[in-house]
């Protein structure tokens, strides 16, 4: 927005000279300069990752890591399956500078319960040592923090004010990162974060021979918990 330089003005100390009141803003919490992170993506879904093993948890909401492959922003092959409405996305592109080949086969188990089969393959005639990442962007959990949560096979969150469980299930396990997506608002009473969802970062560490692939699985549900 056109008013985030005055946010980070205030930050950085204000500017030298006299104010007027019309140039008097108030930042209704310290340290807002810090959350003016700019993507360089959209913040959708099934975005996926290789990132440089022992990146941390600030490095990656703050958006200071680096990017190892070449497929967040890239077009994949697609192919719909039926009777079973499988959606297969698929791409061969590049991971630490070595050929590789992602596959995701996506379907819906039933009304609330999506699946996801990613196979990872080495097309190198080198081994493969990688932390792949499977992005995903929701409109919930308002209030939670930014957490590293170790190992995990499943998460899972409820939502009271909306009704909705939502599940998520890991095989095999993954470290998972989960951190708010917030920006910077200008209202009548001054500058004021805002909540626009939450990331959640599902990470797996993988060793493949040339040639050789790997299965991860994971799936979603979402129901109500009234």
Known sequence: EGYHHRVKTQGEGG??????????????????????????????????????PGTTLDDLQTGRFEECGDFVNARYNFELRTPNSELILSRNGTAYGKPVRVEKKICFANDSLLRISYQLANLDTSPLHALFCSEWNIL?????????????????????????????????????????????????????????GLCILPCWEIILAPGNACKIELSIDAVSAI
């Open 15 to 52: 500017g030298e000279g006299t104010k007027s009141i019309h140039d008097m803003v108030v930042s209704k919490e310290y340290g807002l300069e810090k959350s003016l992170i700019y993507d360089d993506y959209e913040r959708r879904s099934l975005i996926d990752r290789f990132i440089k």
């Open 140 to 196: 919930l959990g308002f209030g939670l923090k930014a957490r590293d949560m170790g190992s995990m096979e499943e998460f899972e969150l409820e939502e009271d004010w909306l009704g909705l469980k939502f599940r998520m299930e890991l095989n095999p396990c993954a470290n998972l990162y989960t951190y708010p997506i917030d920006t910077v608002s200008f209202s009548e009473s001054g500058f004021e974060r805002n909540f626009q």
